[in-house]
C-alpha cells in the first residue's frame, strides 16, 4: 500500500492539523516527519480545540498507530507536558504513539542556542520559533547530535555533558553565560519519561506496515515556503518540509508514494520574518487577521495576511508533486466585495512571469492581480458542495484552472465537521 502525504503549500499555518484529524480515520498509522515543537497543528471536535506540537494529529483515534519519525526533533520537556495535556482530556496517547530512536533531541542548550544566535542577527533575524529547531537540526548534520535512541545508553549522561561543554563555548563565543541547570532537571525527567514509551525502529515499522496493506498518512509540518532549500532562504526553517522529506524523515522510498495532499488557505499569512509578495499591511490584512483568527498556535504571535499567491503556490505544487488541494480558511473571506488573487510577479526588468525567482523581495518584484467578486455568504453555515454561492464556485474554479490541480476538500471552520468534500472537474 502506498503511503500519502500532507504538506503545507505556503508558510505554516494552513489547517493540515484539521485535515490530518479529518482524514485520519481511514488510515491505519498517521506519521510525523520532520520538525518538532516549532510546529502548532490544531484540531477542534466535539467543542474542544487541541494543540498538538510534536505528536501526530491521528492520536484521538485509538486504532491509529501515530509515529514520530526519525527525522523529527524531540524536544522532551514539551513532549512530555503535551502527553499530560492528552492524560488530562482522557486521551492515553502512549498506548498507541511510538517514537523512532532515530528522532533527535532537543536540549535546553539548543534553545539557548536558539536565542542567542537571533539575538546577533539583529534586525536580521528569522524569526525562529526559539524552540531549538535550528541548532538541534545543525548538530545533527554536524554529526554530535543526539537521538532518542541514545538514552537507553549507560553513559547517556556522559554524551550529554559532552554536547552541552561544546553549546557552552558557542553561548561564550556570543558573549553570553550557558545556564541551564534548572531545565537540566526537568530534561532528565522528561527523558525518564520518555524511556517508559515505545520507542521503536520506525523505518521498519512502516516499511512493514507498507507491506502488510496497511494506510499510512505522512503529517508534514510548517510549509513548502519555509523548506530549508526552496523556501524563501534564509527565512525558512532547517528542515526539508516537501514531500521528499517524508522519504528521508521515515525511511520510505520514493515508490511508495501515493496521494499528496496539498493544503492551503483562501489567502495567505506568514509568521516570523522574510519576504511575503502579497501580504496587506492596511486595514484589509488586518480585517482578515481578526476573522481569520490569526494568532501563532505556538508563540502567539499574530501572522502576517495577505491575497492568495499563484506563482508560490504553482511552485509549491511542483515541488511536491501534489495530486489533490485541500482549501482552507474560505468562510474568514464572507465580508469582502472584492478577492484579489495574485496570478504572476513583475520584476524589476519588467518582466511578468508566474515564476517564484530567486528571491521574493518586494523591492525586486510587483505581484500581479486579478480581482474576483466576492460571495458574501456565510460558508461556516453550508453542508453540502451544491450549496456554496456562485462567486465562490467561481473563486475555485478560477484557481483550479491557473493550478491544473482539483480542490477535493474546502474547509469552511475550525471544527472537524466544518468539511465539505468536492468532486472537482478542471476546465
Ligand atoms: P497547521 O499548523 O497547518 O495545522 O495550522 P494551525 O493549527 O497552526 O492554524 C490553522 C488555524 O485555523 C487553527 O486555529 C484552526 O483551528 C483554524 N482553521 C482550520 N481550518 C479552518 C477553516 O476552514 N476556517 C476557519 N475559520 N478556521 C480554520
Ligand atoms: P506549522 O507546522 C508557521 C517559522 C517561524 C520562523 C521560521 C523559522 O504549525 O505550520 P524555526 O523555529 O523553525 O527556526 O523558525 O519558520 N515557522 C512556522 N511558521 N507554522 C509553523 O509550523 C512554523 N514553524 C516554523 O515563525 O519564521
Ligand atoms: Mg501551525
Not at 484539521?18 to 497543528?41: E, S
Request: glycine share 10%.
Amino acid at each position: 500500500m502506498a503511503v500519502d502525504i500532507l504538506i503545507g503549500l505556503q508558510w505554516g499555518d494552513e489547517g493540515k492539523g484539521k485535515i490530518v484529524d479529518v482524514l485520519a480515520p481511514t488510515y491505519d498509522i498517521v506519521a510525523r516527519f520532520q520538525g518538532g515543537p516549532n510546529a502548532g497543528h490544531t484540531l477542534e471536535f466535539e467543542g474542544t480545540k487541541h494543540v498538538l506540537h510534536q505528536i501526530p494529529s491521528g492520536i484521538f483515534h485509538s486504532h491509529i498507530q501515530n509515529i514520530i519519525g526519525n527525522g523529527v526533533v524531540l524536544d522532551p520537556i514539551v513532549f512530555r507536558t503535551e502527553m499530560q495535556k492528552l492524560t488530562d482530556r482522557g486521551v492515553d496517547a502512549a498506548k498507541n504513539l511510538f517514537i523512532s530512536k532515530k528522532a533527535s533531541l532537543i536540549l535546553p542548550s539548543h534553545r539557548v542556542l536558539d536565542r542567542v544566535s537571533e539575538e546577533a542577527l539583529g534586525s536580521g533575524k528569522i524569526g525562529s520559533t526559539l524552540k531549538g529547531i535550528g541548532p538541534t537540526y545543525q548538530d545533527k548534520i554536524g554529526r554530535v547530535g543526539l537521538r532518542v535512541g541514545d538514552i537507553l545508553s549507560d553513559d547517556f549522561r556522559e554524551c550529554y555533558n559532552k554536547l552541552v561543554e561544546r553549546h557552552r563555548s558557542i553561548v561564550e563565543f556570543y558573549g553570553e553565560k550557558l545556564e541551564v541547570a534548572e531545565q537540566e532537571q526537568a530534561f532528565f525527567e522528561a527523558v525518564d519519561y520518555l524511556r517508559t514509551l515505545q520507542l521503536v525502529d520506525s523505518e521498519y515499522m512502516i516499511n512493514n506496515a507498507i507491506r502488510e496493506g496497511m494506510k499510512i498518512l505522512a503529517e508534514g509540518a510548517q510549509g513548502a515556503l519555509l523548506d530549508v532549500d526552496f523556501g524563501t532562504y534564509p527565512f525558512v526553517t532547517s528542515s526539508t518540509t516537501l514531500v521528499a522529506g517524508a522519504c528521508t524523515g521515515l525511511g520510505v522510498a520514493p515508490r511508495h508514494i501515493g496521494e499528496v495532499y496539498g493544503i492551503f488557505k483562501a489567502y495567505c499569512t506568514r509568521v516570523g520574518s522574510g519576504p511575503f509578495p502579497t501580504e496587506l499591511l492596511d486595514e484589509v490584512g488586518e480585517e482578515i487577521r481578526q476573522a481569520g483568527r490569526e494568532f501563532g498556535s505556538t508563540t502567539g504571535r499574530p501572522r502576517r495576511c495577505g491575497w492568495v499567491d499563484l506563482p508560490s503556490l504553482k511552485y509549491s505544487i511542483m515541488l511536491n508533486g501534489v495530486t489533490q488541494l485541500n482549501m482552507m480558511k474560505a468562510d474568514v473571506l464572507t465580508e469582502f466585495e472584492t478577492i484579489k488573487v495574485c496570478t504572476h510577479y513583475r520584476l524589476a526588468s519588467g518582466e511578468v512571469t508566474d515564476q517564484v525567482p530567486h528571491t521574493l523581495d518586494t523591492d525586486k518584484l510587483e505581484p500581479i492581480y486579478e480581482e474576483l467578486p466576492g460571495w458574501k455568504v456565510d460558508l461556516n453555515k453550508i453542508d453540502a458542495v451544491e450549496e456554496l454561492p456562485e462567486p465562490f464556485k467561481n473563486y475555485l474554479a478560477f484557481l483550479e484552472e491557473h493550478l491544473q490541480v482539483p480542490i477535493t476538500i474546502v474547509s469552511v471552520g475550525p471544527d472537524r465537521k466544518s468539511t465539505l468534500k468536492r468532486d472537482a472537474v478542471i476546465a
